[in-house]
């Protein structure tokens, strides 16, 4: 098993910045891709982010290009969501999840999420 504590979401500004956070404990021996996903009322939960666990490969939406940054400390089973330019489209709650296994964008690829940590941008 492997559990997931997202913390650092809260109201910002249209503009601001914040960083989301993600610990894992439990099996952690046995993750390899972990991702930022987010949900905003009434949307279906759509991929934002993800890292590699060894490799550090990074991949992103879109629409978060050039404003988002992934990144990871393995020494603390920890992965972050470095967001900035924030705008009031970005408002959702943001899961972290992980899966074994290389880079996959779709939710129900991972097994294991968190418990999620809102995000509300104000314009």
């Known amino acids: 098993q492997v559990q997931l504590v997202e913390s650092g979401g809260r109201l910002v500004q249209f503009g601001g910045s914040l960083r989301l956070s993600c610990a894992a404990s439990g099996r952690t021996f046995s993750l390899h891709t972990m991702g930022w996903f987010r949900q905003a009322p009434g949307k279906e939960r759509e991929f934002v982010a993800a890292?590699?666990?060894?490799?550090?490969?990074?991949y992103y939406l879109d629409s978060v290009k050039g404003r988002f940054t992934i990144s990871r400390d393995n020494a603390k089973n920890t992965v972050y969501l470095q967001m900035s330019s924030l705008k009031p489209e970005d408002t959702a709650v943001y899961y972290c999840?992980?899966?074994?296994?290389?880079?996959?964008?779709?939710?129900?690829?991972?097994?294991?999420w968190g418990q999620g940590t809102q995000v509300t941008v104000s314009s």
């Open positions: 999840a992980v899966r074994v296994g290389g880079f996959r964008a779709g939710p129900n690829e991972y097994p294991y």
């Open positions: 890292i590699t666990w060894s490799g550090g490969s990074t």
